[in-house]
């Protein structure tokens, strides 16, 4: 008997179980009743069954809760809880001081912070000290597991003030990130190199240039290597997240230039791919220069026809007839892609009147007469237009040319002066008339003493007095 203990409230005492129930554990504790164990005792939360906790013979140590006494029964309540706090602050402590990491689990959020569960006590993570991604998925994160170390620890009489933090965790990470970045980084710059064609991704804008991003380098698209074409916002060509094939074409230690346009036919190349020398297109007059016009066939793609192949007539005045904005039909003549020239003619594609027509100085021909003007006269002989002067029309100048000749006559005259190429046909009566005058008086010369008594002179000064 004088082996008995009598246990007195808040006591800690140590007793080995005898038997066990789902919710409740009885302990032998050599006193005059067994002490008692409830589920909520033993453990936070509860335990569903105990059965699969304990077993006879275990050794338990407890608070003793409450000790009660009476006429026919005694009760000896214990409680494991109190034991269970101090060692899980125990462990907080420790945590604290030593800044180890710990695992807790995320139970809600607020306006500040998260709050966290850990060894049954709360911690406040305030979003200052969260990493910034995880801020704002703080709605998934409530359930899940979180490592954090304690950042603050104040005692308490009734529950200590811990303040956790993820800074040391996640800068730690973002140190060993960005080591993986600048090693990732430098092999992939030793790959590139100025001629390199790569894909990637437009990741952000600059007012005049985007910049492209591949596995873990990014290069600099300037505005002006966009397109062979005129570009004026980037931002309107190309959009975020798009994926672009560039051609590297400048490297500078870590600075990488990119084009586009680089891995793009010019207008010119793209245009004369497709449009071929002697081929017939359409295009609009652009510009005019003292020798010829310059002709937009395509965007940003212009030709010259030069003013000696807008006809065939040399004399024609094409700046007369070409206007601005007029849309003309001409043929390609050459086309030089590396200087992005390109020759046209109109005239190639018209009738050359002339082509058929050969003529000799001092040929006769018949002409018809179009028009009679006070210089001469214009005449038409197979399609292409000639000219009388005025002295060339007859072989008196006191006759009045435009009552000798009507439009629509057809007369007779000599070639005095032809030229295919410049399309020159000039004529003359005169000569017609005076070979007419020698050959009638040639005839009345019958003998010699008549021709060495009578000159041309004289022949001619009669004819005019019969006239």
């Known amino acids: 008997m004088s082996d008995f203990i009598f246990p007195k409230k808040g006591q800690i005492i140590e007793g080995e179980v005898f038997q066990v129930k789902k919710n409740v554990i009885l302990v032998s504790l050599n006193a005059a009743t067994e002490g008692t164990i409830y589920a909520e005792h033993y453990d936070n939360p509860a335990p569903d069954d105990l059965t699969k906790l304990v077993k006879v013979g275990d050794k338990i140590r407890a608070k003793v809760t409450k000790v009660s006494e009476g006429d026919d029964s005694s009760a000896i309540l214990l409680s494991r809880l109190p034991l269970l706090n101090e060692k899980k602050l125990e462990t907080i402590i420790e945590a604290y001081e030593k800044k180890s990491e710990i695992e807790t689990t995320v139970k809600s959020f607020n306006d500040k912070g998260l709050v966290l569960l850990f060894e049954g006590y709360e911690l406040f993570l305030p979003y200052s000290l969260l990493d910034f991604e995880l801020k704002d998925q703080k709605e998934k994160l409530v359930g899940k597991k979180l490592v954090v170390v304690i950042e603050e620890y104040k005692a308490d009489r009734k529950r200590p003030k811990l303040i956790a933090t993820r800074k040391p965790i996640y800068e730690v990470q973002r140190a060993k990130d960005q080591e993986e970045r600048n090693k990732n980084r430098l092999e992939e710059l030793e790959h590139i190199q100025t001629g390199s064609i790569l894909e990637g991704v437009v990741e952000s804008f600059e007012a005049h240039a985007a910049f ?24 309107e060509y190309l959009t975020k997240g798009q994926k672009v094939t560039v051609k590297v074409i400048k490297k500078e230690g870590n600075r990488i230039d990119l084009s586009m346009k680089a891995l793009l036919p010019t207008p010119y190349q793209a245009y004369l791919e497709t449009h071929k020398v002697g081929q017939t297109v359409k ?54 892609v590396k200087k992005e020239k390109i020759a046209l003619s109109k005239k190639a594609i018209e009738h050359n009147p002339w082509e058929k027509i050969s003529l000799k100085n001092g040929e006769t021909v018949e002409v018809r007469v179009e028009s009679v003007s006070k210089e001469g006269i214009v005449v038409s002989y197979e399609g292409v237009d000639g000219f009388i002067p005025a002295f060339e029309a007859h072989n008196d100048p006191k006759v009045n040319i435009n009552d000798h000749y009507q439009i629509g006559d057809v007369i007779k005259a000599k070639v005095i002066e032809f030229s295919k190429e410049n399309w020159v046909l000039k004529l003359s009566v005169k000569k017609i008339l005076n070979a007419e005058a020698r050959a009638e008086f040639e005839k009345y010369l019958g003998d010699d003493q008549l021709a060495d008594a009578v000159t041309l002179g004289d022949i001619f000064g009669d004819l005019k007095k019969k006239k």
């Open 283 to 336: 295009g609009k007059v652009v510009s005019k220069l003292p020798f010829g016009v310059l002709v937009e066939l395509a965007r940003d793609v212009k030709g010259l026809l030069h003013k000696n192949e807008y006809s065939w007539n040399p004399k024609a005045n094409f700046d007369a007839y070409i206007k601005i904005d007029d849309e003309i039909e001409v043929v390609i003549l050459s086309k030089d």
């Open 212 to 235: 492209v991003r591949f596995n873990h380098v990014s290069g600099m698209l300037r505005i002006s290597q966009v397109s062979h074409h005129r570009v004026d916002k980037i931002d």
